[in-house]
């Protein structure tokens, strides 16, 4: 469903003078998540690792981290929520 966003975009050889970031959401695995009481990460967890990265190297830089959930099952459970308690 993001592949095509994915590989639309390349990786910037040069970063200067960057304004805003926007990184896809993917890295949580929701329902282990749940089940651990503990945010648990999947195989896409460098998206997460790369925000904060790319948040200390562009301090003056916004930072969007985008997310949306394919599951009809878990569809109340954003990311973000995950996050609150964990990290903040």
Not at 12 to 17: C, H, L, S
Not at 52 to 74: I, Q
Request: aromatic share 12%; no cysteine; hydrophobic share 40%.
């Amino acid at each position: 469903m993001i592949y095509p966003l994915e590989t639309r975009f390349s990786k910037p050889a040069n970063m200067n003078g960057v304004d805003e970031i926007i990184v896809l959401a993917g890295g949580v695995n929701r329902k282990q998540s749940i089940f651990q009481k503990d945010i648990q990460f999947n195989n896409q967890a460098e998206r997460d690792v790369k925000i904060l990265e790319l948040g200390l190297a562009y301090p003056e830089s916004k930072l969007m981290h985008v997310e949306g959930s394919s599951s009809l099952k878990f569809i109340s459970d954003r990311e973000r929520d995950f996050y609150f308690g964990v990290i903040f």
